[in-house]
């Protein structure tokens, strides 16, 4: 299973971009890159997926370079309730890290 | 939008006594998860299920945890004999496919507090 690697903690303040890495540097072939968020008292939720290139959703946008050994999850112009925790998660892996406390300051 | 449930939200018992928590997955998903976090600490693994077998689980997930599907509705975790480090937020997932494009829907978790 690919292991990530991603920042403890963030912070940023309202209406930035904020950018969230990942490290993947075992990815298999067939490994999608899955990003979740987190918020207290709450079970994971599914933010967006993708394999390569660029993804975009509602909510955020993921960048993924050719090589894959690395993805980088966007949130355009946050607020407050972007506050939480996010995790990276590739293939089929069961295992969160301690994802990434992102604290959006006013 | 179908949502992933759990019962009940909260529940306080004593050392040594067996709790049940139930869930209801997202009707179509025919893989089922159950995971755990400590307060303060990250999402643990504890076993994942598949055509009512178990398909893989965690160290965590020992001879005092057994998950079952009844009813072909309710997925349920049963915890025999309580210790106070099984005190955790207990989260139910459920995915329709283990393919690479695999995405867990999670339910609201279950707080368990053992005395």
């Known amino acids: 299973l690919a292991k990530t690697t991603q920042p403890i903690s963030m912070d940023s303040y309202e209406g930035q971009e904020v950018n969230i890495t990942c490290s993947h540097n075992?990815?298999?072939?067939?490994?999608?890159i899955t990003w979740y968020q987190q918020f207290p008292s709450q079970g994971p939720r599914f933010i967006i997926q993708?394999?390569?290139t660029k993804v975009t959703n509602e909510v955020a946008s993921l960048f993924i370079p050719a090589d894959r050994k690395s993805s980088t999850l966007s949130l355009p112009r946050v607020s407050l309730s972007d506050t939480a925790v996010y995790y990276c998660?590739?293939?089929?892996?069961?295992?969160f890290g301690p994802g990434t406390r992102l604290s959006v300051l006013p | 939008e179908p949502e992933v449930t759990q019962t009940p939200s909260h529940q306080v018992t004593q050392m040594g006594q067996e709790v049940i928590l139930r869930c209801v997955p997202i009707s179509n998903h025919l893989y089922f998860y159950w995971y755990r976090q400590i307060l303060g600490q990250k999402v643990e693994f504890l076993v994942s299920f598949y055509n009512n077998e178990i398909s893989e689980k965690s160290e965590i997930f020992d001879d005092q945890f057994s998950v079952e599907r009844p009813d072909g509705s309710n997925f349920t975790l049963k915890i025999r004999s309580t210790k106070l480090e099984d005190s955790a937020m207990y989260f139910c997932a459920g995915s329709h496919t283990r393919s690479g494009e695999e995405t867990q829907y999670f339910g609201p978790g279950t707080r368990l507090l053992v005395l």
């Open positions: 998660l590739v293939g089929q892996n069961f295992v």
């Open positions: 993708g394999y390569k």
């Open positions: 075992n990815i298999a072939t067939n490994d999608y």
